[in-house]
């Protein structure tokens, strides 16, 4: 009788301990649930609303500021996670990914301080610079008049900005459509995603610096003669001083709009960068520009897919990095 006892004390045992390893396995599931719909409901519930009224404050009286926003989310989640890598400053060691040549006239990051300073308030120490920069982004969005996208939250703070490898994940404006398509394909984005993320050319502007290898010292046969005086009207010198704020609008049209004219301007060869007319002339690409620029509603379907891809790159979640105190810094204990 006493080994029977014994026997059940020991599955019993065993049992018990197979089960808290499941618990405990869990446990550990829900302290890391990934990006998640709300994930602030608890923690910090008014978290999103602060940041819309953010948004739309400095909207108000800063226009420009919803390209930054928008410009933020690609230059920080294509460069190998979204974890506001991008917001660091530089260090005595390294240097930061905003300084690098590939973040050329990107500013505006002080507004993110503002955003994150009145979530601070509310919240200390609970949201994380880098939802704070991809919700601006799709608030951004909203504010020129494109779609809303609901989108996960949980992301964490990177402790390191890797302006070294920037060049290995940011296609660049003059890159063959090949590689920029490649580099998409590497964070899940397809063809038409891509399309459909080069459509934010639809507002913004495009530095000098950046246009005038497709006026001087000839005329780029392929840009359509009618927009080429405006080009040139706008960007009158060979080599523009970087300082000097000289720009082009990138939709003449509808400037501050966020729409499908884009589409209409590249078939019309009204592109201004060497991937605009690559978009509009590649046979890969150019069935679904074409199809963008019959239907806005098609352009904001996939580009809401594409830029929830975009947004969900790699992410640092659960107990991975941090969450900053100060955007532009990481938190003093490392």
């Given at each position: 009788?006493?080994?029977?006892?014994?026997?059940?004390?020991?599955?019993?045992v065993?049992?018990f301990?197979?089960?808290s390893?499941v618990?405990?396995?869990n446990?550990?599931?829900?302290?890391d649930?990934?990006?998640?719909m709300?994930?602030?409901t608890?923690?910090?519930?008014?978290?999103?609303d602060?940041?819309?009224?953010?948004?739309?404050?400095?909207y108000?009286?800063h226009?420009n500021?919803?390209?930054?926003?928008?410009r933020?989310?690609?230059?920080?989640?294509?460069?190998q996670?979204c974890d506001a890598s991008l917001l660091?400053?530089s260090t005595r060691?390294e240097?930061s990914?905003k300084?690098h040549?590939r973040?050329?006239?990107?500013?505006?990051?002080r507004?993110?301080?503002?955003?994150?300073?009145a979530?601070?308030?509310?919240?200390?120490?609970v949201?994380?610079?880098?939802d704070?920069?991809?919700?601006s982004?799709?608030d951004?969005?909203?504010?020129l008049?494109g779609?809303?996208?609901p989108?996960?939250?949980?992301?964490?703070?990177g402790r390191k900005s890797r302006?070294?490898?920037l060049?290995?994940y940011l296609?660049?404006?003059n890159?063959?459509m090949?590689?920029?398509?490649?580099?998409?394909?590497?964070?899940?984005?397809?063809?038409?995603g891509?399309v459909?993320?080069?459509?934010?050319?639809?507002?913004g502007?495009?530095?000098c610096v950046?246009?005038?290898?497709?006026?001087?010292?000839?005329?780029?046969p392929?840009l359509n003669?009618?927009h080429?005086e405006?080009?040139?009207?706008?960007?009158?010198?060979?080599?523009?001083?970087?300082k000097?704020?000289?720009?082009?609008?990138?939709?003449?049209?509808t400037?501050m709009?966020?729409?499908?004219?884009?589409?209409?301007?590249?078939?019309?060869?009204?592109?201004?960068l060497?991937?605009d007319?690559?978009?509009?002339?590649d046979?890969?690409t150019?069935?679904?520009v074409?199809?963008?620029?019959?239907s806005?509603?098609?352009f904001?379907?996939?580009?809401?897919?594409?830029?929830?891809?975009?947004?969900?790159n790699?992410?640092?979640?659960?107990?991975?990095g941090e969450v900053?105190k100060?955007c532009?810094m990481v938190n003093?204990?490392?």
């Amino acid at each position: 009788m006493g080994s029977k006892v014994a026997l059940f004390f020991l599955l019993a045992v065993f049992g018990f301990s197979a089960l808290s390893a499941v618990s405990a396995d869990n446990g550990d599931h829900q302290e890391d649930p990934g990006l998640v719909m709300n994930f602030y409901t608890d923690s910090c519930p008014q978290a999103e609303d602060i940041i819309k009224e953010q948004v739309r404050l400095l909207y108000k009286r800063h226009k420009n500021t919803a390209f930054s926003w928008l410009r933020n989310l690609f230059h920080d989640c294509a460069v190998q996670s979204c974890d506001a890598s991008l917001l660091l400053d530089s260090t005595r060691r390294e240097l930061s990914e905003k300084e690098h040549d590939r973040s050329f006239g990107m500013r505006n990051f002080r507004y993110l301080d503002n955003i994150k300073e009145a979530v601070e308030r509310e919240c200390p120490g609970v949201v994380s610079c880098a939802d704070i920069l991809v919700l601006s982004a799709r608030d951004g969005v909203v504010a020129l008049g494109g779609p809303y996208i609901p989108l996960k939250t949980g992301r964490r703070d990177g402790r390191k900005s890797r302006a070294e490898i920037l060049e290995d994940y940011l296609p660049d404006h003059n890159e063959s459509m090949s590689v920029v398509l490649e580099r998409f394909a590497a964070m899940g984005i397809d063809t038409p995603g891509v399309v459909a993320l080069l459509g934010s050319h639809s507002v913004g502007r495009t530095h000098c610096v950046k246009l005038v290898h497709r006026l001087y010292p000839q005329v780029d046969p392929a840009l359509n003669p009618d927009h080429v005086e405006h080009m040139l009207y706008k960007c009158p010198d060979p080599i523009p001083d970087p300082k000097a704020v000289q720009y082009v609008r990138n939709d003449r049209g509808t400037p501050m709009i966020f729409d499908n004219n884009y589409y209409r301007n590249i078939l019309d060869n009204k592109g201004l960068l060497i991937v605009d007319h690559q978009l509009a002339t590649d046979k890969r690409t150019k069935p679904y520009v074409k199809k963008m620029a019959k239907s806005n509603d098609y352009f904001f379907k996939e580009f809401s897919r594409a830029f929830t891809i975009l947004s969900e790159n790699n992410p640092l979640t659960g107990t991975k990095g941090e969450v900053r105190k100060q955007c532009n810094m990481v938190n003093k204990h490392h």
